[in-house]
């Protein structure tokens, strides 16, 4: 069982950057596939990026491809997602999500765990 967190969502202006956290508890491994995933209303749930650093592969959407960068420290059993460049189409509850194992996927029923969400609103 594998509890995750988010945090550090809140409104920020247009070209602004935040720093979201997701903190996991629980039976956690350094080998989990970690991801971000983004829903506004009225739309789908949407990938935005994930990584497994076992095996080396990290993907992002190309709508925030060079804008968001995910990480992590290990220490702190803990998941980044850097967001700069924001955009008003960047608004949307972020959920931070996890595989125990595996590649790199981008469909939402592929991860096991999920945190709550944090809220991100970027104004005009």
């Known amino acids: 069982q594998v509890q995750l967190v988010e945090s550090g969502g809140g409104l920020v202006r247009a070209g602004g950057s935040l720093r979201l956290s997701c903190a996991a508890s629980?039976?956690?491994?350094?080998?989990?596939?970690m991801g971000w995933f983004r829903q506004a209303p009225g739309k789908e749930r949407e990938f935005v990026c994930a990584?497994?650093?076992?095996?080396?592969?990290?993907y992002y959407a190309d709508s925030v491809k060079g804008r968001f960068t995910i990480s992590r420290d290990d220490a702190k059993n803990t998941v980044y997602l850097q967001m700069n460049g924001l955009k008003p189409e960047d608004t949307a509850l972020y959920y931070c999500?996890?595989?125990?194992?595996?590649?790199?996927?981008?469909?939402?029923?592929?991860?096991?765990?999920w945190g709550q969400g944090t809220q991100v609103t970027v104004s005009s």
């Open positions: 999500a996890a595989r125990s194992w595996g590649v790199v996927t981008t469909t939402p029923s592929t991860y096991r765990y």
């Open positions: 629980g039976r956690t491994s350094t080998s989990y596939v």
């Open positions: 990584s497994n650093w076992s095996g080396g592969s990290t």
